[in-house]
C-alpha cells in the first residue's frame, strides 16, 4: 500500500511565477491538508480539504489555493511568488471524522530565487 | 485558539541514557495531542497521541508521553537513547472538532552522542 506520495520533490522557481504541488493521499483516505515549513520551524497549517471543497484555512494569504479532485488528489497552487514562499511543502492524508492520524508525504522542496 | 512552546531547542543526550523533550501547549477545549519524529531528509512520522484515555501514552520505538493537565504539559521520554534515535521532534496539539488541523511546536532537535 502506497503511503502519502508528492510531486515534484524538488522545484526551483522565480519571484512573481506561479507554481503548482501536487499530493496523492494514501489509500482510503478522503482529506489531505497542506503544511509549509521553513528551514528551522514546525510545518505551518495552510489549508485542509474534502468533499473537494476548502473546509479549514491558517493564516495564509489568498496566493494560497487548492483543489481536491473526485479521487482524492490534491493540488497546492502558490501564486506571485516571494522569496519567503521558499519552504518545504508537506501534504498530510487522514480519513474522516474524528480520525487522530495524519500521515505524512516526504514534501516537496520550493525555492525561490 | 491553540498553540504549542517546545522548551528545548536543542537536546544532547549520550547513547544509553534517558531522554527528555519538553512540551507545554495553551488550547481552549480538550486538546488532543501528539508527537512526531523527522529524520533528515524523510516526512513527519507519528511517534504517539494523546486523544483523552489514559494519560500515559506508549509510542513507537520505546517513547512514551504523560498528559498532565494542571501543568499543561505533554513531555517526551525514552529510557535509553539509541543512535538512531537522533532528529527532529515536534509536539502538536490539535482541537477543532472533526478534521483536525495540527498545529506544531517549532522542533527540538535530539542529538545522541556515541
Known amino acids: 500500500d502506497a503511503g502519502v506520495t508528492q510531486s515534484p520533490t524538488h522545484l526551483i522557481k522565480t519571484r512573481g511565477q506561479q507554481v503548482t504541488l501536487r499530493c496523492s493521499p494514501k489509500?482510503?483516505?478522503?482529506?489531505v491538508s497542506w503544511y509549509q515549513q521553513a528551514l528551522g520551524q514546525g510545518p505551518q497549517f495552510i489549508f485542509q480539504?474534502?468533499?473537494?471543497?476548502?473546509?479549514q484555512r491558517g493564516n495564509f494569504p489568498d496566493r494560497f489555493s487548492g483543489h481536491q479532485f473526485p479521487n482524492y488528489s490534491s493540488e497546492l497552487n502558490v501564486n506571485a511568488l516571494l522569496l519567503g514562499d521558499s519552504a518545504l511543502y508537506l501534504c498530510?492524508?487522514?480519513?474522516?471524522?474524528?480520525?487522530?492520524?495524519?500521515?505524512f508525504g516526504p514534501g516537496t522542496r520550493l525555492t525561490v530565487t | 485558539a491553540q498553540s504549542v512552546t517546545q522548551l528545548d531547542s536543542h537536546v544532547s543526550v549520550s547513547e544509553g541514557t534517558p531522554v527528555l523533550l519538553r512540551c507545554n501547549y495553551s488550547s481552549s477545549y480538550s486538546p488532543s495531542l501528539f508527537w512526531y519524529v523527522q529524520h533528515p531528509n524523510k516526512g513527519l512520522q507519528l511517534l504517539l497521541k494523546y486523544t483523552s484515555a489514559a494519560t500515559l501514552v506508549k509510542g513507537i520505538n520505546g517513547f512514551e508521553a504523560e498528559f498532565k493537565k494542571s501543568e499543561t504539559s505533554f513531555h517526551l521520554t525514552k529510557p535509553s537513547a539509541h543512535m538512531s534515535d537522533a532528529a527532529e521532534y515536534f509536539c502538536?496539539?490539535?482541537?477543532?472538532?472533526?478534521?483536525?488541523?495540527?498545529?506544531f511546536g517549532s522542533g527540538t532537535r535530539l542529538q545522541v552522542q556515541p
Open positions: 489509500s482510503g483516505h478522503d482529506t
Open positions: 498530510a492524508s487522514s480519513a474522516g471524522t474524528g480520525t487522530y492520524e495524519q500521515y
Open positions: 502538536v496539539v490539535s482541537e477543532w472538532v472533526g478534521r483536525r488541523a495540527l498545529t
Open positions: 480539504y474534502y468533499e473537494e471543497e476548502e473546509r
